[in-house]
């Protein structure tokens, strides 16, 4: 339930949210047009969205940090940092063993969840940041941090539609904790394979067409044709039922228009976190009226699921190259005939 709740919430801030203008710099390391970073007479300065920060030299690289999203755990533990957390909320929805491990020792505390965090917890481990998404309704919450001298870094990587920049947000990890070489070398890697399997998609004799996501109620959040989804089905050299759509947030149908526009569907992707087509039919008994459920190929995203823990969310926000193995092995699986799927499973 927590993660169609999580596949709701990322649809939904896509509808509601646009991106921050390109800052105009020469020098700085831009991540995407609403992140960036450079060094300026010794401070790092930070666009991040609508929030700026500047770090002195003294400040940073950071040592004691604490996570409020699993998904930011993906990019520590991408670059062997994960004894530099001290905290983190909600555990129980974080996969990495390495920090799981390190919670049942002790060494890493938990501050509460996405309902309430533990505020005197968090002022008690006394850490040098704490990364966040920024959500309006823990504005209080906030400012009792900084009140406390705690510096919160307000980060959008969940916000980014082309799945490498949503990776470079490890060179900003890598800026803020003292890992710079190895976030440069991480990063050059995953863009390497992923350019290397764009190329190789290239080669599929057919372009399927593919539907995406599935209903909430009555309402089916379909991806715009420059959303995240959109990009890896495009990379894939697959045809997505929107490929001609140019918004980078999703777009809300009734099942009566999806149904309109799927026939041909040969694929239906990211078809949430059901166990099986039976349970997904009692849920939603509209769906056996689909070519592609009754005929075609559908994958759920529980290839590395752990109880309430999805590694699709964690290390997946990092390692674009994987999910775009995926999708390409799921497309065209005579291009890649040893590989086994990362984060999706076919649902039968």
Known sequence: MKQRILLLFTVVVLISCKREQKI???????????????????????KSGNFTYQFKSNQTPFK????????????????????????????EYIYSEKIQSLLKEGKIQNVGSDQKYDIEKIISLKPDAIFTNYIASFDNAYQLLKN?????IFLDEYMEQKPLEKTAYVKLFGELLGKEKEAAAKYQEIEKNYNSLKQLALKAKQRPAVLANEMYGDVWYLPGGKTSVANYISDANAAYILKDNTEEKALT????????????????????????????LGMNPFYGKLDVFNKGHMYVITGKEKQKANDFFESGVVRADLILKDYIKIFHPELLPDYQLTYMKELQ
Do not use: C
Request: glycine share 8%; proline share 1%.
């Open 148 to 152: 406390n001298g705690i510096q919160v």
């Open 253 to 280: 149908m009734s099942f009566e228009e999806v149904y309109a526009k799927s026939s041909g569907v040969q694929y239906w992707v990211n078809a949430g976190n059901h166990t099986s087509k039976k349970e997904m």
């Open 24 to 46: 105009s710099s020469a020098d700085a390391s831009v991540i995407s047009n609403r992140t960036q970073y450079k060094e300026n007479n010794g401070v790092l300065e930070l």
């Open 64 to 91: 004691k940090i604490i996570l409020l999203n699993a998904s930011m755990a993906g990019y520590i533990s991408e670059l062997g940092a994960e004894n530099l957390i001290i905290g983190v909320s909600s555990p």
